[in-house]
């Protein structure tokens, strides 16, 4: 299923009331500023692979507030042990968000293993995510 992952971000943070957003590397960052910048925003610039473990951490951090992180399938990839980490801990206030198009958007859109068929839904739910759509 296509989407425009722009517009899937701006309805998701529409109404986020005390919500702390994550954004992964790349084009997450650039989707979610351009939902509308917001002092509770975090942008990672440089950070491949850490985006869901600050999440996380927030999460943890701050369990009276809800913290997405919307990140893409290459930084998911690279990330599994925070997936891993995530699920084993379950914050009740933390979302994660994949935006997977299949492809390494900022190094040159290459296949990312899920277009090779790894199953990200699949390992979340191995990992203890409580719900995985």
Known sequence: MTMDRRAAVRALLRER???LVVSGLGSPSYDVFAAGDHEAN???WG???GAMLIGLGLA???PARPVV???GDGEALMGLGGLATIGARRPANLSVVVLDNGRYGETGMQL???ALGVDLCGIAQAAGFAMVT
């Open 69 to 71: 992180v919307i990140t």
């Open 42 to 44: 975090f942008y990672l």
């Open 112 to 114: 990312s293993h899920t």
């Open 17 to 19: 009331s005390a919500m």
């Open 47 to 49: 950070a491949m692979g």
């Open 60 to 62: 943890l951090a701050q």
